[in-house]
């Protein structure tokens, strides 16, 4: 995200308002820098790597500096996305130290936390390297920080599924329970025809996969099939089908029971897509750590 993102600056105020207790973000809130350290001094401090990884939540860093001492210098000495390595130097800050420890923990929890999503996103992609799936992330996110954890994902090479529910159509089980007694693919070909967003089908066997396709689904996501034949025919059904329609559109995306060590089985089944609740819900935060270099 960038740094002028209405929506990254808010998230991060907010954080640092929890942090210090006020919404004005005074710095006397912050009981112990007031009490230890002179007011006006000045200092600067290095974002060291415990740990290797990919980072993301540089921006978020750079606000939370800047939001307590717009005069704060910030150098990301590593980008978005970049690999790192235990005792790389990733980022440096200059400014006033009062500011820069109240801001040092909200900083930190971002970029840890981004950059865990982004790291065990990257993981995931190399995983699949060489085939045609590309790696999804899905709305389980932590709440307020949806948009913060997808860019994560994509400066891990993953790509973003929708947003939020505003934005595409993806038709699960629950709304096919709820729709009936109209049949599946009647309930697909009603949300086809009603808008123009894309819209996925989830599809629990063959025969729904192909009736996925005969109402007009975009992406039909074949959810908990293990992989091996079962998997395979899935995916073939729905091109044939697709085939015999003319629509050359048509993706397949697995999900559902998918891992690190079976993510690759997943994906030599032919699949375009591998939605992965994990990479966000479930990745552990990056060990880094800021220390002071020198005051003045």
């Known amino acids: ?9 808010t998230c991060v105020q ?4 929890e942090d210090l207790g006020r919404e004005d973000l005074s710095l006397d809130a912050d009981v112990t820098t007031r009490l230890s350290v002179p007011a006006g001094k000045r200092g600067w401090a290095r974002l060291w790597a415990k740990s290797r990884g990919v980072l993301a939540g540089s921006a978020a860093a750079v606000v939370a500096f800047q939001l307590l001492d717009p005069k704060a210098a910030c150098q990301r000495v590593r980008g978005d996305g970049d690999r790192f390595e235990r005792g790389d130097l990733v980022f440096e800050v200059a400014g ?8 040092e923990r909200t900083a930190l929890n971002f970029i840890q936390r981004l950059s865990g999503v982004a790291t065990v996103t990257r993981a995931f992609v190399d995983a699949v390297a060489g085939t045609r799936a590309r790696i999804l992330d899905t709305r389980k996110t932590t709440p307020g920080l949806r948009l913060l ?8 090479g993953g790509t973003n599924h929708r947003i939020g529910l505003f934005d595409q159509v993806l038709l699960k089980e629950n709304h096919f329970g709820f729709a009936a007694p109209v049949p599946y693919e009647e309930v697909v070909r009603r949300c086809v025809q009603g808008q123009a967003r894309p819209v996925v089908a989830e599809a629990r066997s063959v025969a729904e996969a192909v009736a996925a396709v005969r109402g007009g689904a975009a992406v039909v996501l074949l959810d908990n099939f293990r992989p091996g034949p079962d998997l395979r025919s899935a995916v073939q059904a729905v091109r044939d089908m697709a085939a015999q329609l003319g629509r050359t559109d048509v993706l397949t995306e697995a999900s559902g029971g998918v891992t690190l060590q079976t993510v690759r089985e997943f994906a030599e089944c032919g699949v375009d897509r591998i939605s992965v609740g994990a990479i966000t819900h479930s990745a552990p935060a990056v060990d880094l750590s800021l220390l002071v270099e020198g005051v003045s």
Do not use: I, N, T, Y
């Open 1 to 9: 995200m960038e740094l002028q993102d209405p929506s990254l600056r």
């Open 14 to 17: 907010r954080a640092l308002a």
């Open 96 to 103: 006033d130290m009062r500011a820069l420890l109240a801001a």
């Open 149 to 156: 954890e997808k860019a994560a994902v994509a400066a891990g």
